[in-house]
């Protein structure tokens, strides 16, 4: 496959840049002039009141808000210009791996917005709801059967929360016998967020190191498994994307010291249909509705991240919980239960993001239980087939795969050799392939592979679209064998270079100028 520019692009300058590229530095606030309107609206007829009367004067403003003032064509414009320098799903793949960044169906979208779901008030009595009540208690219902326990709660806001609330279930469970363990235990591979859940919740956080196939070290293990240990966090599949042989000895050893087993729900793309974690030994499951079930990931929300737990968990689950009885004339009747004496309490204001349980519910109503099965087949299937094919040509030769296993839903490549022989970084490799088209995959985890690229080609993608990343690295490794400078100051074709992206986070500016 070839970029649309070629290797000369990495000198381009200003004079060669299209009218686009050449406003991208205009602010909103640069456009701004005084006195101009989006629009112009009529007098109201009400007699009009000081906001002094109406507000406590410690509230109000003692200067006017600095917002910009502009023409309706020209936020338009703006806003047009800012969507189209983002790369999103719908501008083409996206191999973001352990975070299943696939295709979002507009269906699902369409559902959402029907007046019924998308005006619905938060506050709105359970009697004047069971529309969505019920809506909500199906979803519960299908999570359940999907991850293979009996109790869903749908409040987390997020996979983060889900994560900080199955923390929180497993302090009340052991409370509530008696017991005040101090450990987690953490597979080295881990997700980021796992260990600074298990900080926020008062536990000590405990790695687990992983042996040779990309499993969980059962000697480590067994030397670190005590009455002290409240829970050990797994995903399965993990982040290596293979799946550990060893999860039922794994259950019966923490099980048997007397903790849970908490079970991270990132990589739940790769299994749903096939096996559930309920069925493997875990007590506590968070769902990420924005990963494996069509909710739109990313962009800071709404999100939501429910979660399934066992009968043992589900005295301490948060309220209200949403449940089903039977109303007038034999109808069923949903509601809000509150009286839950031994639950954690809310997690937030209302009982979720709804809009996110809609897109959810009507992904799985569509798919279907075997649709849900297909899927991750597919998941699997492309994986494979990816990883075989970068296993041949140039990529084999610098991008070995860390961990040579049948893998699931995606898998970790090294950059080592490539850093060793051609001089160019894994960093450099993603930032180069936005110029072929793609979004790179994820970078620099986890943490034990050197140089590691992670690749998740998801169910939705054709496989001209597999061959054609292929193709791409094949081109920049071809590419780097001449002149590694290419790929090291890439990108070229985006409307900004290449960041100081640990500068942005260490000191962001987010202010406006004076």
Known sequence: MNPEVDTAARDRTGPDETPQQADRAVTIFEKSVP?????????????????????????????????????????????????????????????????TMKYNPRLNERVAALPGHARLHPATAPGDAQGALELMYLLQEALSEICGLPHVSLQPSAGSQGELAGLLLARACHADQGRNPGKVLIPDTSHGTNPASVSMAGYEVVKVATDGQGGVDMEDLRAKVDEDVACLMLTNPNTLGVFDRNITEIASLVHEAGGLLY??????????????????????????????????????????????VSDRVEPYIPRPQVVKSEGEAGRP??????????????????????????????????????????????????????????????????????????????????????????????????????????????????????????????????????????????????????????????????????????????????????
């Open 333 to 514: 009747a949903y509601d809000l239960d509150f009286d839950r004496p031994k639950s954690i309490g809310r997690l937030r204001g209302f009982q979720g993001n709804f809009g996110v349980f809609v897109r959810s519910y009507a992904y799985i109503l569509s798919l279907g239980a075997d649709g849900l099965a297909e899927a991750s087949r597919t998941a699997v299937l492309h994986a494979n087939y990816l990883k075989s094919r970068l296993a041949q040509g140039r990529a084999g030769q610098y991008l070995p795969v860390a961990f040579e296993r049948h893998c699931m839903h995606e898998f970790v490549l090294s950059g080592a050799p490539m850093k060793r022989e051609l001089g160019i970084r894994t960093l450099d490799l993603a930032k180069r392939l936005l110029d072929f088209g793609f979004h790179p995959p994820t970078v620099y985890f986890p943490l034990l592979v050197d140089e590691a690229l992670m690749v998740e080609p998801v169910e939705t993608e054709a496989k001209e679209h597999l061959d054609d990343f292929a193709e791409a690295i094949e081109s920049i490794l071809e590419e780097a064998e001449q002149d590694p400078g290419i790929a090291s100051e890439a990108p070229y074709t985006t409307p900004v270079r290449r960041l100081d992206e640990v500068g942005a986070t260490r000191r962001p500016v987010i202010r406006q100028p004076d």
């Open 263 to 308: 079970y991270d729900g990132a990589n739940l793309n790769a299994i749903m249909g096939q096996c559930r974690p309920g069925d493997m030994g875990f007590d506590i499951v968070h769902v990420n509705l924005h990963k494996s079930f069509s909710q739109p990931h990313g962009g800071g929300g709404p999100g939501a991240g429910p979660i399934a």
């Open 35 to 99: 006195g101009r309107r989006a629009c112009q609206l009529p007098g109201s007829g009400v007699e009009e009141v000081p906001l002094a009367d109406l507000i406590p004067s410690h509230l109000l403003r003692e200067e006017p808000a600095g917002l910009p003032e502009v023409s309706e064509p020209e936020i338009i414009r703006h806003y047009n210009r800012l969507s189209r320098r983002n790369f999103d799903l719908d501008t083409g793949f996206y191999p973001l791996g352990s975070c």
